[in-house]
């Protein structure tokens, strides 16, 4: 094209409008929205493998009993598995709450451990006097997940993460003018990555300079954002030669978190306390209704909104409690409350989700109502009506 000259309208492609970016964008819509009903049939069939479990415990003899609550502690490790990786592909509200770092990173200890590889040893090695944050659950333990990845690169293979926490206090005169706003305490939680060979079998291999280039350009980019969103700061430094360390500065909002033992569950009275059931699986609700039936109540079923209508119409009496699933065919669970709560005025009503994108059906309504997500076991499920019925 001669020098002066101006590219035709028809060659110069808006990004937005690129048939590249618009086919990825796409890919990406329709892969999130599989997965989120994959997860979303994969929790029910967790939470009926999980319930039946409950209802046999219930049951069953000491023998019995143990491989059972192994079975119960199983099904639960492979729900959070699902759930963490689920909320990696899945866009999903930002919801900042006051939270324990300590408590997130426990909790994801384990999917780290995996993410790292075999031949990469991960050390955990909190402050328990450690103070409270206010982020997102979801987007802490995709920091990190994402910094995992980038170690695992930067580490090409072998080596060892060591992930930390502790308060600390952060001064003006050690960053840039425009990078610390507001000096103060801060949660540091650091996450420090040396090579070096694990054992004789394992080939120790120096940081290459893509697997640096990687996690600063990268998992970096990644973990500098969900920080940011948090109100931190992100550094990266190097010492010791090839070791390397990451830390995320997270301002406190309050003092250390009391993770000391909870307190016992309420245990109301629950003679002629009467429960509805509303939900379409039957795999969901039939061990929950024995389940129930078992610990005292009286309980009725329903597959859906329209059932559960006709089902109160035919009872003679108070029903106490709707237990109901938030997205369901022809009736969602908001308008059956609405409906029964003008027939029954001191109605309390628990919420059943697989997907916490589905709270979003609530609407205004959501704020002060009680919603389980999926799977949950159902000694919580009893816990919760407990606390409904006290209150």
Same mark, same amino acid.
Request: negative net charge.
């Given at each position: ?37 994959? *997860? ?248 929950? *209704? ?70 979003? *059906? ?30």
């Amino acid at each position: 094209m001669p020098d002066g000259a101006t590219r035709p309208a028809a060659d110069r492609r808006d990004p937005i409008q690129d048939p590249g970016v618009l086919l990825l964008a796409q890919r990406n819509d329709l892969v999130g929205n599989l997965a989120g009903t994959i *997860a979303h049939r994969f929790n029910n069939l967790m939470m009926a493998i999980s319930s039946y479990a409950e209802v046999e415990i219930k049951k069953s003899g000491p023998a019995q009993r143990r491989n059972l609550e192994r079975l119960l502690n199983d099904t639960t490790r492979v729900a959070s598995l699902i759930q963490k990786l689920l909320a990696l592909t899945v866009s999903r509200e930002f919801c900042p709450q006051v939270l324990s770092v300590n408590s997130v990173l426990v909790g994801i200890g384990s999917l780290v451990e995996e993410m790292a590889g075999e031949h990469i040893a991960t050390a955990l090695r909190v402050d328990p006097s450690i103070q409270v944050v206010r982020a997102d659950v979801g987007e802490l333990e995709q920091l990190m997940l994402t910094l995992a990845l980038g170690a695992r690169s930067y580490l090409a293979g072998t080596g060892k993460i060591v992930i930390s926490t502790q308060n600390t206090l952060l001064e003006k005169k050690s960053f840039q003018p425009d990078e610390l706003s507001s000096p103060g305490t801060y949660v540091a939680i650091s996450v420090t990555c040396a090579p070096g060979a694990l054992d004789e079998q394992a080939t120790s291999q120096p940081a290459g300079e893509a697997g640096a280039a990687d996690l600063q350009s990268q998992a970096g980019a990644a973990a500098r954002e969900i920080v940011r969103r948090a109100g931190g700061i992100f550094r990266t430094s190097y010492f010791g030669g090839q070791c390397m360390e990451c830390t995320a500065y997270l301002p406190v909002c309050g003092p250390a978190a009391d993770e000391s033992q909870p307190a016992p569950p309420v245990r109301t009275a629950v003679a002629g306390n009467t429960i509805l059931v509303v939900e379409d699986d039957d795999a969901v609700r039939v061990p929950a *209704a024995e389940f129930l039936k078992m610990e005292g109540f009286k309980v009725l079923q329903a597959k859906n909104g329209e059932e559960a209508l006709n089902v109160a119409e035919r009872h003679q009496g108070q029903i106490d409690v709707l237990i109901t699933d938030i997205l369901m065919p022809d009736m969602n669970g908001p308008e059956v409350a609405q409906r029964l709560a003008q027939i029954y005025p001191r109605l309390r009503t628990l919420y059943m989700s697989g997907n916490s994108e589905h709270t979003s *059906a609530l609407g205004p309504l959501q704020g002060g109502l009680a919603v389980l997500q999926k799977p949950f076991r159902l000694n919580k499920l009893n816990e919760q009506i407990r606390e409904l019925l006290a209150n």
